[in-house]
């Protein structure tokens, strides 16, 4: 393999590791700890974990997930090592993307965003918005990524009251369609994007988010399925319309 291709095809392969290591762990303990198989809860050899084998104790084998994230992470790789964004570089693009990725695949998988997660974006959020913006324009941006997504999210919880008022029934769940979790991330990738440019983010988001939700509903209709006020994960769309922003 070309050297000057070989090191970054290593580097997504690492990445991924990582990534589906933490998308394993973090949902279910809060915490750093080995791996355990998901059919049958045995605790797997770093080695077993690491080069993808399977269980050894049920014989389960990694999940599509884990699979498609290491080529995805590859290719990604790629692109940012010969096409790396101008204003973050290759290595701080690198570290973004593997933050972003993590917090992608657990709200997909268990629509959370963790607090431990937040708390490290926090830290990258800042590292990578003074770097870009400056602290003003940094701190701006985060107050107002966190103001906007809070405005949407109590008014979602304004939306389920009143139409838990017209339905006599009693409100379970607020804000079911929109955590606080993807509060605090919009604040994280406000301090990233910076301000004026998290207005952008959130509104690419927003868009995004409204145009798969009408796929969703139109396929639900087609097949008789429809479920009103059907929830889907909203971080990954902030997490989309972070990446056009920051690497296109």
Known sequence: ?????????????????????????????????????????????WTDYLLLKKCPSCGTGRGWRTWLTQLLSVAATIYIWFSPPKALGFWLGYLLLIYLAVVFIIDIEHRLVLHPVSYFGVALGLLVGVQLHGISATLLGGASGFAMMFSLYYLGILFARWMSKRRGETVIEEGDA???GDVNLAG????ILGWPLISMGILTAILAGGLVSLVLILGMLALKRYEA???????????????LLLYF
């Open 188 to 191: 994280i990738l406000g301090l």
């Open 229 to 243: 006020f059907a929830a889907i994960p909203y971080a990954p769309f902030l997490i989309l319309g972070a990446i």
């Open 1 to 45: 393999m070309n050297l000057s291709i070989g090191f970054p095809v290593i580097l997504g392969w690492a990445a991924a590791l990582l990534v589906n290591y933490l998308s394993d762990v973090l949902p279910a303990t809060r915490k750093l700890t080995s791996p355990v198989c998901k059919q049958c809860s045995a605790k797997l050899a």
């Open 178 to 180: 929109l955590g606080f």
